[in-house]
């Protein structure tokens, strides 16, 4: 999740996508980790009330269940994810591997039977180069030698030279420090934003909370940075392992070099500078192309009753391109694609229609949730839910939730289905559950996020290590399980939620 926005007053909140205003950073972490936090909702075992029973009839609880036996012995995702992650590889907005990986999941929405569109995005094609950085003088330094600093550039980052730039580094703690120091000590300088990422609040179960507090300096950084005259940018990994590897991710454009250097590589850096003047080498040449034109997937089970009417189930295509995009965001998409395959080996048919959504640019700008917007507001009213899976493909614990607290209270019935694998938390939140639809939910559309067991998350998100080793089949059925059985209730249930 993340980047810049005009708008005054939206406040996306993504995992991999950040939205700035101004000068000021929000970062909209999760709200499952907030405080203070809404009242949770009761749970399932609870009495029901008419209007619970009347929407949730027992033959649609009985498909309900039917549903969920089905995803939780179903492998169709796993392959799904497998042949995005193992055959096409990462999918960085403008790629070949992005536009094979639209080409694919098109092919198999319509092999399930489903009405599929091909809807167009601009998105920028931003190619990562040459990417080495050396310490070249520090206290202490053996003759001869140079401290090999590990890092990537982050999205969007402009070019050095090609061979490069040398410049003293000047390590900041936040935008205060930053701000004191002043033009006259930045100009000519590299800048190294050493933001600590709350371990511990991760650890926690925080791990959305720890994300926002750090992942502001890769976001606004470079930009302050270079408003000051710096030559480059450096932020310390936005991340929560200890693997020496950098996390690359979006960043407002800011005209200089920017990159993401490890945790400990910024330690180091750190380090040194308190006993003297430390200069780098820094070679960052990734390239800037002309806009690509790219699609958001749009694939429909058409409802019996109000065709009309849509439940979105989504996730987003497209990925960074240091790892293959396994747990962000592979596995969202692969989970509502399996909520379609479902319900027709099923022979289940909702309703209203089921939309399956593969987003496009989720990472490098949003330009495919802002497609959809442009193209689709007008039938927003219409839009009875919105659900996307942006969290990764561990155990889910639920849903984040951001609807009329009325709405959620008539969900109950579908969390006692989902109760026996345990993904019948639901946490309400101030903010948009996913990037891809958040206008969505700012329109006032029910909007839902599956929330994932997120201690791990950030250990390999935006780095080389996102790959399919790091999903867990059994917990991929899970998720798949709670986002088929969620967007069949939204689409069958008999009442849309109220707004
Ligand atoms: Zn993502």
Redesign the pocket.
Known sequence: ?TRAHSSSRTIAA????IIVFGTFWQTAARAQNQQPKPAPLPFANEPQSPAQLENFPAHLLEELSSIKAAALSDDYAYRQVAHLTENIGPRCSGSPQAKAAVDYVAAELRQLGLDVQLEEVKVPHWVRGAETAELTEYAGQAAGTAQKIVLAALGGSTSTPAEGTTADVVVVHNFGELKSLGREKITGKIVLFNEIFDKQKAAGGMAFIAYGEAVRYRGAGPKAAADLGAVAALVRSVGSADFRLPHTGFSAPAGIPAGAVTAEDADLIADLSLQGKVRMHLTLTPQKLPDVTSYNVIADLKGSEHPEQVVVVSG?LDSWDLGTGAI??GA?VVVAMEAAEILQKLHLRPKRTLRVIAWMD??NGGSGSQAYTKDHSAQFPNHVAAIES?AGAAHPLGFDVRMNPHAAELLRPVLGVLESFGANAVEPTSYPPG?DIAAMSEAGVPALGILQDGRTYFHYHHTAADTLDKIVPAELRENAAAMAVMGYALASMKVPLPR
């Open positions: 999740m993504k995992v991999c996508f987003h962000d965001d969202g989720e990472e942006d990037a």
